[in-house]
């Protein structure tokens, strides 16, 4: 009897051990994220107008933010991940060494909403299990966010020759008017 006993234990004791362990909670297992996937974003970058790039070309904090954007944009959620601490380093410099003509409201906003982006992937960055597909709709948003800037400065960069030609309208009529 007690040999059976024994023998009874000793099953179910390896019986329990070749068990798959069940997913008890219920919960999805997160995907991890992949250096090798192909997934990119489908959002194509905006072009800055032919003015706003002759205005920008000697900032050298706006090309290095655009050069790192159009790399971010290629590439998949795992070197999102990798790199979003640059981002938020880059963002934060141009930010910080925006000059005169562009440190405007208008500009100063679309920035700060960058910014917010940009912390929000860093957020997801340093969660424990990365879920690839959430990366990739914050690293799309950010795309949105940077092409609304690419806007912003064009549409400065269009709205200083208006100025400047208001300016010599009131210089043409101003001795006589006043």
Known sequence: MRLFFFLGITLLCFGCQNEKPANIQGKETVPK???LSKEKIKLNLLKLSPEAERSLEIFEDFQNLRSFITVLRNENAFYVNKHVDSIDLLV??????LSE???VNTINSRISVLSTE???????SEKR???ADMVMEANTRLIKA????IIQLNELSLAIPENIEKELLRELEGPGTN
């Not at 934060?92 to 060494?97: D, H, I």
């Not at 940009?118 to 997801?124: E, M, N, V």
């Not at 940077?146 to 800037?149: A, F, K, T």
């Open 129 to 131: 299990n990365k879920d």
């Open 33 to 35: 994220l992949d250096s």
């Open 146 to 149: 940077y092409n609304s800037l």
């Open 118 to 124: 940009t912390g929000l992937l860093k957020l997801l």
């Open 92 to 97: 934060s410099t141009f930010k910080e060494n």
């Open 101 to 103: 003509d562009l440190n």
